[in-house]
């Protein structure tokens, strides 16, 4: 079991290392930033029908409902489609609209999570699109699905999906690119400009995880937290709810994610001298937004912890602790901000002597409702 785990201490922590790698497998032989072009087969034999459609519905579970979130933003923003995101779980028992022409974007790490699997059943016996989005190569999701394309992340082991993630994540903001390119409703400025950013990616991340040991050393700060709030804005509030997501699988430990700006509506009551707020704070177009959510945390003497980029001396004076990560387009940011917050996670697990690779309660794949 060592060896497999590549001397890492456990599977969770490999497969968060091994981020750079699998983000650069899943964009080869798809992405080529020079030519201008992403190839993706399965998606291209079904690009009329995604151009044509009146709405993108994403269905999943878990943390691949998170990379739907993240999808959403991006799908509206670059293709001009109305997209939802749907918990499968609940879509698939309360007789769901499908009108002609809709498109059913399935996201599942194994390709085996039944609600998500009876989901796109359901949808797809009323005439919807079924395009997958999955890891495991021959899946039954995968067989379900009509098209769509792997995330090629390798086997994750670890019950808590990391590698899976940001893969998902890749996948789909390829497919939104190339659909945007082909539909026209992104510039070929923007467009280029974006897949030279995507390039960067996994090198980014690569960065992002010299923050290694500083993060570990946060962890042991934190550790006896007993709650937790984390929160973002925009392409950052889903990663916030991922953060919140990989805290409690791991360490047991109450988190919430929320958007920054609905704080006030209820979580600010939680908020006094006890409580760490991390702030999914990345420079993109909220940013200034979210500057001003740090300080009233600050003002209630929350605990601020925040992930920033690079050289944001606003936010490194509002925060106790930071994780710094380096400057992308915000479309992409989702990507590589989520990797200080698997890593934070993972090591208050360890801090508190948990099993992170097979957290309690919790399975790898949920293959029954
Ligand atoms: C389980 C796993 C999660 C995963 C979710 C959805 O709850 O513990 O890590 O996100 O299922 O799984 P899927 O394989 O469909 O992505």
Not at 22 to 32: K, M, Q
Not at 57 to 83: D, K, P, Q
Not at 165 to 170: P, R
Not at 319 to 342: F, G, K, Y
């Amino acid at each position: 079991a060592a060896i497999e785990k590549g001397g890492y201490e456990h599977f969770m922590l490999k497969e968060i290392f091994e981020q750079p790698q699998t983000i650069y497998d899943c964009l080869r032989g798809r992405l080529d930033a020079n030519a201008g072009t992403i190839t993706m087969a399965g998606i291209q034999q079904y690009a009329d029908q995604l151009i044509k459609a009146n709405r993108i519905v994403m269905i999943a579970c878990g943390t691949s409902w998170h990379a739907g979130l993240v999808a959403e933003y991006i799908f509206e923003e670059l293709c001009r489609i109305n997209v939802e995101v749907e918990y499968a779980s609940e879509f698939r028992y309360r007789n769901p609209v499908i009108n002609e022409g809709d498109v059913i974007i399935a996201i599942s790490q194994s390709g085996e999570t039944a609600d998500t699997l009876v989901a796109i059943e359901t949808a797809k016996a009323k005439g919807a699109i079924i395009l997958g989005v999955v890891n495991v190569v021959g899946s039954s999701i995968a067989r379900a699905s009509h098209g769509g394309a792997y995330t090629h992340a390798g086997p994750e082991i670890g019950v808590a999906s990391t590698k899976a993630f940001t893969a998902q994540l890749a996948v789909l903001t390829m497919m939104a690119l190339k659909i945007a390119h082909i539909k026209g409703s992104i510039s070929e400025e923007r467009y280029r400009l974006l897949l030279k950013e995507m390039e960067e990616v996994p090198e980014k991340v690569a960065i992002a995880l010299k923050q290694n040991d500083h993060i570990k050393q946060l962890a042991d700060k934190y550790k006896d937290a007993r709650d937790f709030l984390y929160l973002g804005r925009g392409y950052n509030f889903p990663v916030a709810l991922e953060g919140a997501l990989k805290l409690k699988e791991i360490s047991y430990i109450h988190a919430e994610g929320y958007p920054a700006a609905e704080m006030k509506h209820g979580p600010i009551a939680l908020v006094d001298e006890n409580l760490p707020v991390v702030f999914v704070a990345t420079k993109d177009a909220y940013h200034e937004k979210v500057v001003s959510n740090m300080q009233e945390i600050k003002a209630r003497k929350g605990k601020v912890i925040s992930v920033i980029t690079e050289g944001d001396t606003t936010s490194t004076e509002l925060s106790l602790d930071t994780m710094v990560i380096p400057e992308t387009d915000e479309i992409l940011a989702p990507m590589i901000n989520v990797v200080p917050l698997q890593l934070l996670a993972y090591y208050i697990g360890v801090a508190k002597g948990l099993d992170v690779d097979k957290p309690r309660n919790l399975a790898k794949s949920v293959t029954v409702e």
